[in-house]
Each structure stands twice: as structure tokens, then as C-alpha cells.
């Protein structure tokens, strides 16, 4: 098994030697300059770093091809890597870490157990590889879906305060297009502010409406409060019926986040029943033993 596995990563090496030869890395225009002076620059650093990046620009791209394949994946992994932040490279080479890594416990537990005597035969390692590949795969997306739920949360929070800001602005006599840029910068250590900024940003330079650009942060995020609300601005039309929206998201999101808060708690609360229960039972079983005990001795 051992011989198997090494006889594998030779051919993997010699592969990537092959690859590596046939298609090398372009020059740096520092290599370039010093080939055409006749120069001699050792630059080991730029090409490993040059290796690296392009290894990393390969697994990102696979990987977004692969999920774009996939309708109902691409709708939940992209608008995740885009609300958190996280580069397709990134989080591309997290994928194959985890995979390749997990992948390798079934041979290394395979030559342990072959070490102390115990020959498990190759469909147990070759079945642990399966397994233990397609669990490190999965185990990025979930984390990269637990992190995008709660930047979304956050969002949905920030969106709250920013229609009552914008609805308060109109309040005192300030134009509706106004009062979304100034509720943007209120914040500037908020990202979900700088968001909101940038896609107003978006659609002043691109000379659209501002609700457009709204909308579009909300397809690319996946919220589908901004999107209810970029809808309901772009129908309100005038700006009295657009601070009447405003006030209305505003007090929906906050009755929303409420509700969620009161979820919350009451799970918490859930939860915190079986210690208690158990601790109970533990207790009850303490007190009644000595008397079970001693009766089912007696009867004996």
C-alpha cells in the first residue's frame, strides 16, 4: 500500500513537471529587460510566486465554471463569496486543501494500522478517501453559507437604520436622491454603509436611478429585503411616497429582527431544558438508590 502511494505521488509530481515545462509562467518584465541586456538575474522568489498565483488563478476558475454548471449551487455560493468578501481563488484553494487533506487521513490510517499488524485490505482506505475527500470539499461551502448568514443578518440590521436615517432626512426638507447619499455616509466603519454607498456610486456614474443600483447590490449579495425595497422606491415614483416606503421597510425590518431576536432566545431557552432535565434524573437516581438497592436485595 505504501509502495501504491508513493509510486502515486511521483506520477502526480512528474505530471506537474510536465505541465510545468510545456507551459511556463511568462517573464517579469524585470526577466525580460535583463534578457534583452544579456543580464544574468537569478529571480527564484518571482517564480515560485508566479507558480503560485497561477495555480491559485487556475483553481479559482475551475471552480467557478463548476459551480456556474450548477444553477441552484452558483445561486447560493457566488452571492456567499460575494457578501463575505472572499475571493474565488481563495476560496477555490480552501476546497482543495480540505479535500486533498482529509482525503490522505485514509492512507496514513491504512499504513498506521499496517504498522501495528492490522491489513484493513485496499476497500476500506479506497471507501475512506471517497468519504473523507467529499466531506473536506463540502465542509468550505458550509462554512462559507454560516459566514454569509450572518453578514447577511448585519446587513439586513444596517439596511434598517439606513431607511429610518433616509426617511428622517426627507423629513427635514431634503430631496429624496439627497437623503440616500448623506444615510450612506453616516457610517464609515460599517461595510454594509460602504456598500450601499458604492452602489449609489454605481448608478450616479452610470446615470441610473439610484433604487437600480440598490438592486443590482441586491442580486450580487442575495438580500431579498434591499430588492423589496428598491422595488418599492422605484414604484413609489414621488418623494413623499418614497419616505412612506422608506418608513414602512424601515418598521418591517425592524419587526423582523425582532421576531428572529425572540427565535433565538426561545431556542437558547430550549436547549438550556435538557442539562436541567438530566441533572434532575441524575440527582433522583442518587436519592432513590440506596432504598432500590436495598430492596431488590431483600428480594433476592
Known amino acids: 500500500m505504501v509502495v501504491i502511494i508513493l509510486m502515486g505521488l511521483g506520477v502526480g509530481v512528474g505530471l506537474a513537471a510536465v505541465v510545468w515545462g510545456l507551459f511556463p509562467p511568462p517573464l517579469t518584465l524585470r526577466a525580460a529587460l535583463a534578457r534583452l541586456s544579456g543580464e544574468h538575474v537569478t529571480a527564484p522568489t518571482d517564480v515560485l510566486t508566479q507558480g503560485v498565483g497561477g495555480a491559485r488563478r487556475l483553481c479559482g476558475h ?166 423589496d425595497l428598491a422595488r418599492s422606491m422605484s414604484q413609489a415614483g414621488d418623494g413623499a411616497r418614497i419616505r412612506d416606503s422608506l418608513e414602512a421597510k424601515a418598521h418591517s425590518l425592524r419587526l423582523k429582527e425582532t421576531s428572529a431576536l425572540e427565535d433565538s432566545a426561545q431556542a437558547v431557552t430550549q436547549k438550556m431544558l435538557l442539562p436541567g432535565v438530566l441533572l434532575m434524573a441524575g440527582y433522583g437516581l442518587l436519592i432513590f438508590y440506596p432504598a432500590l438497592a436495598s430492596f431488590t436485595g431483600t428480594h433476592l
Open 62 to 227: 475551475l471552480l467557478e465554471v463548476n459551480v456556474r454548471k450548477i444553477p441552484r449551487l452558483a445561486d447560493i455560493v457566488l452571492p456567499d463569496l460575494a457578501i463575505t468578501g472572499t475571493p474565488t481563488e481563495t476560496f477555490a484553494v480552501k476546497v482543495v486543501g480540505y479535500g486533498i487533506g482529509l482525503a490522505l487521513l485514509g492512507p496514513v490510517a491504512c499504513v498506521a494500522a499496517g504498522a501495528v499488524g492490522v491489513h484493513p485490505g485496499i476497500e476500506l482506505p479506497a471507501l475512506g478517501v471517497l468519504v473523507l475527500g467529499a466531506l473536506g470539499v463540502a465542509t468550505p461551502f458550509v462554512d462559507l453559507h454560516q459566514a454569509a448568514t450572518r453578514r447577511r443578518r448585519h446587513f439586513c440590521h444596517s439596511l434598517s437604520t439606513y431607511a429610518s436615517l433616509v426617511s428622517m432626512a426627507m423629513a427635514g426638507a431634503m430631496g429624496w436622491s439627497s437623503a440616500l447619499e448623506v444615510a450612506s455616509t453616516v457610517s464609515s466603519t460599517d461595510w454594509a454603509m460602504r456598500e450601499i454607498a458604492q452602489s449609489l456610486l454605481w448608478a450616479q456614474a452610470y446615470r441610473k436611478q439610484p433604487w437600480e443600483g440598490l438592486e443590482r447590490l441586491a442580486v450580487r449579495f442575495d438580500v431579498p429585503d434591499l430588492t
